[in-house]
């Protein structure tokens, strides 16, 4: 079954304490993105991959690092967590970029990250 | 810079009552639309999409026209079940853009027996 799988669902953490959050995709995708969810403001994407050790920032990096050192991974690292990165965080990929054609791109289910 | 705006609603429907939500946008050059549903407790998983003007996109029974002159791709189903209430977020992506897509706040929508 084709699927984007993130760990873990939900997280509680203290401020400053290093965390991963993982993502991976069975599809062979070549690009990925991590995104956040927060009320009225809708998705905003972090970061996102391009391909192997190919990233770059989306519209909201500030606080987050990444990594695709293999296809199928991409983890979001929060070096020192604040309160303001309680969120609900998504990861999704796609097989090509989405503005051309077969651009669906599919998502995890999602991590509730809360930041004390 | 691109931008996409929709209603955060809630909207509440009676199961059968025609829907519409709808989404404007900004964006340079001739962007791809997007509609994502989001179910409860789930990631948000495709609905439509239309890549170039006058596009209609389909599926479930929704729909949606890519209306440049209005710079608009709203959502329209005719008859919406309980099973619809969802949130709905609409989306753009730029042409030869590298992942780079914006949503909208999404729209959730309630549809009451």
């Known amino acids: 079954e084709a699927q984007v799988t993130q760990n873990p669902r939900y997280l509680i953490t203290v401020t400053g304490k290093k965390l991963t959050v993982t993502c991976s995709q069975n599809m062979n995708h070549e690009y990925m993105s991590w995104y956040r969810q927060d009320p009225g403001l809708g998705l905003r994407q972090i970061y996102y991959s391009m391909n192997v050790e190919v990233t770059d920032k989306g519209d909201v990096p500030e606080g987050y690092k990444v990594s695709r050192k293999e296809k199928r991974n991409f983890p979001l690292i929060l070096e020192s967590p604040s309160p303001n990165q309680t969120s609900l965080y998504f990861c999704?990929?796609?097989?090509?970029?989405?503005?051309?054609?077969?651009?669906?791109?599919?998502f995890g289910q999602g991590t509730r990250l809360t930041v004390v | 810079g691109n931008s996409v705006t929709q209603m955060e609603g809630p909207v509440t429907l009676s199961e059968e009552a025609f829907l519409t939500i709808n989404c404007t946008y900004t964006a340079t050059g001739y962007p791809s639309l997007f509609w994502y549903v989001q179910y409860p407790g789930e990631g948000l998983q495709l609905l439509l999409k239309a890549t170039k003007a006058d596009d209609k996109g389909s599926n479930k029974g929704f729909e949606a026209t890519y209306r440049k002159e209005t710079t608009s791709f709203h959502l329209e189903k005719g008859s919406v079940q309980v099973s619809d209430s969802a949130v709905y977020f609409c989306a753009l992506s730029n042409r030869g853009g590298y992942q780079k897509v914006t949503f909208g706040i999404g729209t959730k929508l309630q549809v009451i027996p």
């Open positions: 999704a990929s796609s097989r090509y970029p989405t503005g051309g054609l077969n651009t669906e791109a599919f």
